[in-house]
């Protein structure tokens, strides 16, 4: 028996109540002013480093670079700090905000990535990181995303993007918590899978016990699990074609056991 069931965190399956709320109703609302705090040990630097990396490895060297759900800007910022030209979009105000807290800012707008409202031919380089896009629960929505990003890359600009797979959402990965710690937000995530859905809930709740006033919280999330295939056949539909599926930090292809894949997509040249 693992030690998440030992310790009474084994996700729940079945099937889901009702439907999804949409990105930016509930999700990442409440939460925004504390997610830095959230998300302190995330290597972001690390990251950053990995799709340089893959940049290299496919001999590709952009400028302009679009940060897509970039959150509160961590990302995007390093990336400006390495010398690129940077821009965010996001759907939650609240994270947006956020972004003006960086050094350097990072300039960034609220925007639906199922809408995305960028002009054609701006961006070398699109990046999409930590399962943002698993959050667009509906295929029809992912579809016009990856319109979106095609439409706003150059011909022969790269789309880097990362998401969970069947196998993180259906073991639950999402159901954790760090109630025995002393950290100054406090969190307990319970994750629930429905297989017939491909879909995943995670019931949110915090309680800030750090400076200021003590606060509680509640926020749900979903996401949904592509398989390869789908994702393959929905680039070549937008325009672009995938040059590599890896696993996660590294360049070994995915395996049962991958809980992270790493897309690499190109857009076709014109004509």
Excluded at 111 to 127: H, I, N, Q, W, Y
Excluded at 237 to 257: C, D, Q
Aim: aromatic content about 10%; hydrophobic content about 40%.
């Amino acid at each position: 028996m693992s030690l998440r069931r030992l310790l009474g965190l084994k996700p729940r399956e079945g099937p889901l109540e009702g439907e999804p709320t949409p990105v930016g109703a509930d999700a990442f609302t409440q939460v925004a002013p504390y997610y830095d705090e959230l998300m302190c040990t995330v290597p972001y630097k690390s990251w950053v480093d990995y799709v340089e990396a893959i940049l290299r490895r496919v001999g590709h060297r952009p400028l302009d670079v679009l940060d897509l759900c970039c959150g509160t800007g961590r990302v995007g910022a390093e990336l400006a700090l390495r010398g690129y030209d940077v821009v965010g979009v996001d759907v939650a105000e609240g994270m947006v905000h956020k972004c003006r807290e960086r050094r350097p800012v990072l300039p960034a707008a609220v925007m639906d990535a199922t809408k995305p409202g960028l002009r054609e031919g701006s961006f070398d380089l699109v990046v999409s990181l930590y399962d943002s896009l698993n959050y667009i629960v509906d295929p029809d929505g992912l579809q016009a995303c990856l319109h979106g990003v095609a439409r706003a890359l150059r011909p022969g600009g790269l789309f880097i993007f990362d998401l969970n797979t069947a196998r993180a959402l259906r073991i639950g990965l999402f159901t954790q918590t760090n109630a025995s710690t002393r950290e100054p937000l406090m969190y307990r995530w319970e994750a629930h899978w429905d297989e017939g859905r491909r879909l995943c809930r995670v019931d949110m709740h915090f309680r800030w016990r750090g400076p200021g006033e003590q606060v509680e919280f509640s926020e749900t999330h979903y996401e949904r699990a592509y398989e390869e295939r789908e994702i393959r056949e929905m680039l070549g539909a937008a325009g672009m074609e995938t040059l590599h599926v890896w696993e996660a930090y590294g360049f070994r292809r995915p395996r049962n056991s991958s809980n992270r894949l790493y897309y690499v997509a190109r857009k076709l040249e014109v004509g």
